[in-house]
Structures are given as structure tokens and as C-alpha cells.
């Protein structure tokens, strides 16, 4: 029977593997080389670094992370040492996505002006950039799309320059991997140079990689009021914040874009999968049985009087309540790790049935694309 480490964050994990290995359940922190020296497999978060300190001279045979990123896996070393890795690309992007729409509504409410009036910059196109890129045509916005990646391999006139991604946007999204170096390096890939070249009074939002943003660089672009604000999910040292920046965030919140829980299943539902068919294990396109609902999954919206951005601010806020994250890190930073391990219940849009009264054709539209029920 092999033998499967887990960190036991990992959500709807539990009894799951059971039948099949055994299995050891430690906090994150708590996965070091002693833990697992007999361990054939690992599941991850992205606080434990799989690199050849911890790895090396293990039985190790499996990685897998329950997470979109996977910069804390040395996949040199395991490629070079024959273990197999996985993580869970695209499982929580509905999740990012939501958190975004949140964030847009935040940010048109502040500055009062309708996002349909908004040029919106995405950097960064994979599986969160192309629901964010989704996500803003519903709501009417121009969209930049810039990603060299794909610019390069499709060929297509879909994408434009970074340089044109800060000259023109009004909002400036960033969905990109941690990629330090190469051609398409991203760390802090928005420094100085960057920022000077935003337009004046836009919003910068990252809900990727802390490290893709310059922090003293953004300090001084907030403090000088060339940007307007800027919407922080993710640190530079995390969870050893910095402290002055979320003073100065229009929204900051501990990494959390990603844990709805409908992300946070398939993102267990990915890797449980993959370390069946690696080890051969009967347990065939797992996905847990209950993913808990809302706790107030209806919605009436009176629509009378109201615009297209207010329907779909009532619908998106009732779904999730960012400010609420933003609240609880404000209050303590110190609790950075506690709320990310403790995170509340929060279901995607889908979760969620709304009624529409007196509601036009365009605002029925509006809510169903947005990926809501109607009823």
C-alpha cells in the first residue's frame, strides 16, 4: 500500500484516498524531509517548497499540487530525478473571475463611473484571463489583451504591446505566472518604468503573484496619484505583508481570489485524479459528493430605476462580499495564514438563482452571461 503525505488544508481530501494508502495529514508548514522520507507521494498548497532540500534521498514519486501555480515545485529537479508532478491548471479561474467582477463593481461604485465607459488592460490570457476578458465584454468594457506567450505561438492580431496595455487602459488586471527571468519574465514585471507609463488615474489590480509588482515602485505611483487606486489579493513575502501598502490598497485581501469553493474542489477533484491514474489506484474521475450550498441562494433584484451596472454590482455583491475580506485582513494582518486556512463558505455565480422584476431583455441578458440562474 503506498504511502501519500497531505497537507490537511487540502479541502474534501479527507477519507477520500483512505481505502487505498495511507495517509498522513500535517500542516503545510509541517512537511518537511523527516515527514516524508517514506512517503511515495505528496499533496501540496503552495506553502510547502518542493525543491531538493526537501526532496531529495525520499521515496518520493509523486507531487501534487491542488493549486493553479506551481513556482514552489522544482520541476528541474523532479524532471531530472523521475518524479512525477501535477498541479490544477484552470480549477479555481471561475473563482478569480468572480473576485474580479467584484472588484469592478468596487472600483465603477468609487469612481462613479459606468464600466461600460472603461477600457480594461488583461495581462496575462490563460484559463483567469480569458474568463476576465469574458467577464468584462458582459459588462460592456473595451478590452487589451497582452500575452507574448500566446502572441507568439497562435499569431493572431488578438493581442497588443504591454506598452499600449498602460497607455490606454483605464483598469490594468494581472494574470500571469511567477516567472523569474527568460523571455517572459514577470518579476516585478510593474516597477517604476512600468508604472510611469500607466495612464494617469488608472487602477491596477493583481490577483496572481505578490512578486509580479514592485511594491516600493507601486507606493510611490499611489502616494504621487498616478495611479487611482490599486486592488491587492497577493504580496511580495507573503504573509509577511507589507503593512503600509495595505494601508494604501483600495481593496486588500490575503490571497484569496481563488477560494470559492467550487475552485478549491476542483482543484482536489485535479490532483486526487492524477495520483490515481500514476499509481493505478480504482478511483476513477473522482469529484466530492457535496460541495456545501449558499447559505442564501436566491435573489429578487428590483429592477426598476436601476442601470445595467447597478443590476449586475446587486447580483455580483450578493454572491460574494469582498469587502468583507477586506475588512477581516485590514483588522489583523497578522492573521494573514488563519484566514486563508479558516476562509468562509463562498459559491459561484452559478450557486445562485435570481428574479429579475421588471427587468428588460438586456438586463436578462446581462445576469444569464454573467453565468447566474434566472428564474
Given amino acids: 500500500m503506498i504511502r501519500i503525505t497531505a497537507d490537511n488544508k487540502i479541502p474534501f481530501l479527507k477519507g477520500v484516498l483512505e481505502p487505498f494508502a495511507r495517509i498522513t495529514y500535517l500542516p503545510g508548514s509541517q512537511i518537511d524531509r523527516d515527514a516524508i522520507m517514506d512517503s511515495d507521494a505528496l499533496l501540496v498548497r503552495t506553502r510547502t517548497k518542493c525543491s531538493s532540500d526537501l526532496l531529495s534521498g525520499t521515496r ?47 472600483i465603477s461604485s468609487e469612481s462613479g463611473l459606468s464600466l461600460s465607459r472603461l477600457t480594461i488592460g488583461i495581462i496575462g490570457v490563460g484559463n483567469v484571463g480569458s474568463k476576465v476578458q469574458k467577464l468584462a465584454k458582459t459588462l460592456g468594457m473595451k478590452v487589451l489583451l497582452n500575452d507574448p506567450p500566446r502572441q507568439r ?28 527571468g527568460g523571455k517572459d519574465n514577470t518579476f516585478h514585471l510593474i516597477d517604476a518604468n512600468t508604472l510611469g507609463k500607466v495612464k494617469k488615474g488608472a487602477w491596477l489590480i493583481n490577483s496572481s503573484r505578490g512578486e509580479v509588482v514592485e511594491p516600493e515602485a ?34 486588500a485581501t490575503p490571497h484569496i481570489a481563488g477560494y470559492s469553493a467550487d475552485g478549491k474542489a476542483n482543484g482536489t477533484s485535479m490532483v486526487v485524479n492524477e495520483l490515481c491514474r500514476f499509481f493505478d489506484i480504482p478511483l476513477k474521475e473522482w469529484f466530492p459528493s457535496e460541495v456545501p450550498e449558499p447559505a442564501d441562494p436566491m435573489l429578487v433584484i428590483e429592477c426598476h430605476g436601476k442601470s445595467l451596472d447597478e443590476i449586475a454590482g446587486r447580483a455580483v455583491n450578493h454572491s460574494y462580499n469582498i469587502m468583507a475580506d477586506d475588512v477581516r485582513l485590514r483588522f489583523d494582518p497578522s492573521r494573514f495564514e488563519k484566514e486563508r486556512e479558516n476562509y468562509p463558505l463562498r459559491r459561484e455565480f452559478p450557486s445562485y438563482s435570481i428574479e429579475l422584476r421588471d427587468g428588460t431583455e438586456e438586463a436578462r441578458s446581462l445576469i444569464s452571461s454573467l453565468g447566474f440562474k434566472l428564474i
Fill in 60 to 106: 518520493v514519486r509523486f507531487i501534487g499540487t491542488a493549486t493553479i501555480g506551481f513556482d514552489h515545485i522544482d520541476a528541474g529537479f523532479c524532471n531530472a530525478n523521475n518524479i512525477r508532478w501535477t498541479n490544477a491548471p484552470g480549477c479555481n479561474s471561475s473563482s478569480v473571475m468572480q473576485y474580479i467582477a467584484a472588484a469592478l463593481m468596487r
Fill in 153 to 180: 505561438k497562435e499569431k493572431k492580431d488578438d493581442f497588443v504591446s504591454i506598452e499600449q496595455v498602460l497607455e490606454e487602459s483605464d483598469i490594468i488586471t494581472l494574470h500571469v505566472p511567477l516567472n523569474s
Fill in 218 to 251: 507601486l507606493k510611490e505611483a499611489l502616494t504621487g496619484g498616478r495611479i487611482a487606486g490599486a486592488v491587492l489579493d497577493v504580496w511580495e513575502k507573503e504573509p509577511e505583508i507589507d503593512i503600509t501598502l495595505m494601508h494604501m490598497a483600495f481593496l
